[in-house]
T-cell receptor
Framework: EPEVTQTPSHQVTQMGQEVILRCVPI?????FYWYRQILGQKVEFLVS??????SEKSEIFDDQFSVERPDGSNFTLKIRSTKLEDSAMYFC???WGAGLQETQYFGPGTRLLVL | AQSVTQLDSHVSVSEGTPVLLRCNYS??????LFWYVQHPNKGLQLLLK??????LVKGINGFEAEFKKSETSFHLTKPSAHMSDAAEYFC?????????????FGRGTSLIVHP
């Protein structure tokens, strides 16, 4: 069964450094998403991406975040200058469509720790 | 605005006994509701979803949930727990309000299964 993969599984970085989290969505999916879950808190939506542009983003997704689909398979989340409060589990997801009927398929997550 | 409340942060059952994980939602529209499960070090996996068809929804691994509009509930049940059911369970709502399909997650319920 096809699945979403994410690398790395764990990332430790110093405050102020840039990090890039990578995801490989399911191959025939058209919509891509990033979520995060701070330890002990809810899973929160960050951004959705379709047709090489952002379709929706939350208030969390400020100027320090960016997303890119650099080739036909990868979908990346870049955090330009990490803060302590960026420490969280980051989930990538993909879906074929965007309506209420559509199921999002999630990756296993990348645990980011900012020191 | 949509919201979802998972009433229990932890539920503990014995193997072979019924499981009940409670979820209440709030929405101004006709929502879709989902239950996801997350096993340790794995991605979020869809258990089942309600999208305005039959109110009793059957999912994978023997789980089912009933959409009750009058009670704004979407509780997850299973007749007999198995050790492999031990995991984190998330109730999710998405109502398409103002053209947005961004889902809102509950805080999660940790299911503990005792032998």
């Amino acid at each position: 069964e096809p699945e979403v993969t994410q690398t790395p599984s764990h990332q430790v970085t110093q405050m102020g450094q840039e990090v890039i989290l990578r995801c490989v969505p399911i191959s025939n999916h058209l919509y891509f998403y990033w979520y995060r879950q701070i330890l002990g808190q809810k899973v929160e939506f960050l951004v959705s991406f379709y047709n090489n542009e952002i379709s929706e983003k939350s208030e969390i997704f400020d100027d320090q975040f960016s997303v890119e689909r650099p080739d036909g398979s990868n979908f990346t989340l870049k955090i330009r200058s990490t803060k302590l409060e960026d420490s969280a589990m980051y989930f990538c997801a993909s879906s074929w469509g965007a309506g209420l009927q559509e199921t999002q398929y999630f990756g296993p997550g990348t645990r980011l720790l900012v020191l | 605005a949509q919201s979802v409340t998972q009433l229990d942060s932890h539920v503990s059952v014995s193997e072979g006994t019924p499981v009940l994980l409670r979820c209440n939602y709030s929405s101004s529209y006709s929502p879709s509701l989902f239950w996801y499960v997350q096993h340790p070090n794995k991605g979020l996996q869809l258990l089942l979803k309600y999208t305005s068809a039959a109110t009793l929804v059957k999912g994978i691994n023997g789980f089912e949930a009933e959409f009750k509009k009058s009670e704004t509930s979407f509780h997850l049940t299973k007749p007999s727990a198995h050790m492999s059911d031990a995991a984190e369970y998330f109730c999710v709502v998405s109502d398409g309000g103002r053209g947005s399909y961004i889902p809102t997650f509950g805080r999660g319920t940790s299911l503990i299964v005792h032998p």
